[in-house]
């Protein structure tokens, strides 16, 4: 089974393309212009297929990051892959960021991802050393994650602000944009194990929702604000 796999959801890019979980060529974009990787994505996804010699015909599924994370960034995402299961109609699967990340734990702890979601909150989501889940994707207090980290025996993953204020407290973990892991393979090998183990009813295409588990924010013009 061919599958493409995309992830604009952050400050790096990720494409990949390979069979059954194995990825065959991988594409991992910085974001240096300061411009929304999903212009560049589309391009990208072309030059893999050259580099294939295969066209999208020959793609048997699709898997995407659909968050938490850039709100612009996963939404630009899912429209893509939603437009391709829908026009192939093929299976398209979403991950979330937190089980993408999820899989970088090579320990026989739970994993603890963590995620700065503003106003003193983070996207937090509990797995399984095979990143199976443990708990669902949510946003949680900062003290309540620190006193649930404390209590707790975990393999922690989290980003740079989140990183920061577990050091504070005593607390380790990997610090995401210290490393230089492919999170494009993880998602390559989550989307592959979720087809062989789920209802495949639920990959159709309409069923691709961005996960947003807070509103985005919204700064009001100023010809309306008054300011």
């Known amino acids: 089974m061919r599958i493409l796999t995309f992830d604009t959801s952050g400050d790096k890019m990720y494409v990949t393309m390979g069979n059954d979980g194995q990825v065959d060529i991988s594409r991992i974009i910085e974001n240096t212009a300061q411009r929304y990787h999903s212009a560049s994505l589309i391009p990208i996804i072309a030059e893999l297929l050259r580099e294939k010699n295969i066209t999208m015909q020959d793609i048997n599924a699709v898997g995407v990051n659909i968050g938490p994370g850039s709100f612009t960034g996963i939404r630009a995402s899912a429209t893509v892959a939603r437009i391709m299961a829908q026009n192939l109609n093929i299976p398209v699967?979403?991950?979330?960021?937190?089980?993408?990340?999820?899989?970088?734990?090579?320990?026989?702890?739970?994993?603890?991802?963590?995620?700065?979601?503003?106003?003193?909150?983070?996207?937090?989501?509990?797995?399984?050393?095979?990143?199976?889940?443990?708990?669902?994707?949510?946003?949680?207090?900062?003290?309540?994650?620190?006193?649930?980290?404390?209590?707790?025996?975990?393999?922690?993953?989290?980003?740079?602000?989140?990183?920061?204020?577990?050091?504070?407290?005593?607390?380790?973990?990997?610090?995401?944009?210290?490393?230089?892991?492919?999170?494009?393979?993880?998602?390559?090998?989550?989307?592959?194990?979720?087809?062989?183990?789920?209802?495949?009813?639920?990959?159709?295409?309409?069923?691709?929702?961005?996960?947003?588990?807070?509103?985005?924010?919204?700064?009001?013009?100023?010809?309306?604000?008054?300011?």
């Open 93 to 227: 699967i979403g991950i979330s960021s937190l089980e993408i990340f999820s899989l970088i734990n090579n320990t026989d702890k739970n994993s603890l991802c963590l995620l700065d979601a503003r106003k003193g909150k983070a996207y937090t989501g509990v797995y399984t050393p095979e990143a199976d889940v443990i708990k669902e994707p949510t946003a949680l207090e900062y003290n309540d994650i620190i006193d649930f980290a404390k209590n707790n025996d975990f393999f922690i993953i989290a980003d740079k602000i989140m990183s920061e204020k577990l050091k504070t407290e005593g607390l380790e973990c990997v610090n995401l944009q210290e490393t230089d892991y492919d999170f494009g393979i993880n998602l390559a090998k989550l989307t592959y194990k979720h087809l062989k183990t789920d209802d495949r009813e639920q990959f159709k295409w309409f069923n691709l929702k961005p996960l947003y588990i807070q509103p985005p924010p919204i700064t009001m013009p100023k010809n309306l604000s008054g300011k």
